[in-house]
């Protein structure tokens, strides 16, 4: 839409300087060095499927939390490509980064880049080189190579700040969170401004409140209410899976466009052919409410052996209804930083054998599906 590489030079050391700014201006924000494509179209819901620049297809696709949280441009761009190549359509990211206070200077990869500063005096946007710029590269790179991205904006678990930094500033706890009327200004505050800062990009594939949130304690009713508050703020494509709250339940509310589920049958202490069953649970609960469910999360702890336990579930999301499903997680191949850093048991390594499998066959078979 707009290009500012002739700038870049130039504005690039004030970046660097750039300071932490209140969250409570939200509509208030430096521009981008990077611009943010409007090519193409926004994907849509085409019932119990999406439309992704004009095609209603199945299709796969994977979560790459650690992907804004990279310093290297040139990371960002490899591990895009290798995305791309392999046939994945969708790619989930860590919206937030959130810190009391921020991390040490001589902290690496993907331990440097925060986005937000939550303390007793308030909330702040760093907008600078380690902050909201490695978001905007992400935005802007996931169009060059025909992604879209999920986008989160806050973590149930204490990685990278989540509830966990908003209750140390804020004195809320982690079940009083939903309800509490600081905390949630401070949250919706940074809703909108990532928001407002990449809603005009086509690459959002959609908004995800919260990376499985839950309120242990809570009645059912208090987190269907705050999944409710995004409906007056016109969030869209957005979805939500809430842990503990049934999918039929999350899926009526109206201003949700499609649900998720994870798969871990082994935290929750089933066994990996359940897995198939759980599947198709959440097809049945979709097609009753006639919206689109992505398998959005699902591991197995067995590095560079996962060919197993998850090829059935691939099969069985093939034979299902289900639209779309994404893996955890996508390990890069040549990165400066080894992804081995960044990943974890459940990741599938791209050039490995497993990932011939796992990876870009099981992405090929679901853009070959009969719609």
Known sequence: MKSFFTALVSLLPL???????????????PKSLYPFSSSGSNAEVAGRLFNIDGKVQYFAGTNAWWLAHLSSNSDVDLSFSQMAATGYKIVRVWGFGDANTPPPSTNTDPNLVYFQILNSTGAYINYGANGLQRLDYVVHAASKYGLKLVLNFVNNWGDYGGIAAYTNAFNCSSTSFYTDATCQ???????????????????????????????????????????????????????????????????????????????????????????????????????????????????????????????????????????????????????SVPAEGFGDVNTIYYKTPEYATLGKGHAKAMLKKKV
């Open 185 to 335: 200004k401070v949250y919706k505050n940074y809703v909108k401004t990532i928001v407002t800062r990449y809603r005009s990009s086509t690459a959002i594939f959609a908004w995800e409140l919260g990376n499985e949130p839950r309120c242990n304690g809570c009645e059912t009713s208090i987190q269907i209410i705050w999944l409710h508050w995004a409906m007056s703020d016109g969030l869209h494509p957005l979805m939500e899976s809430v842990m503990g709250v049934m999918l039929m339940e999350v899926e009526k509310i109206k201003t949700l466009d499609y649900g998720v589920f994870h798969l871990y049958p082994n935290s929750w202490g089933y066994n990996y052919a359940w897995g198939n069953e759980w599947i198709e649970q959440h097809d049945k609960a979709g097609k009753a409410v006639g919206k689109p469910v992505i398998l959005e999360e699902y591991g197995t702890p067995f590095p560079y052996n996962h060919t197993e336990t998850e090829g059935p579930w691939q099969a069985t999301v093939l034979k299902s209804g289900i639209a779309a499903d994404q893996i955890w997680q996508f390990g890069p191949n040549g990165t």
């Open 15 to 29: 970046a660097t300087a750039l300071p932490l700014i209140s969250s409570e201006s939200p509509n208030v924000q």
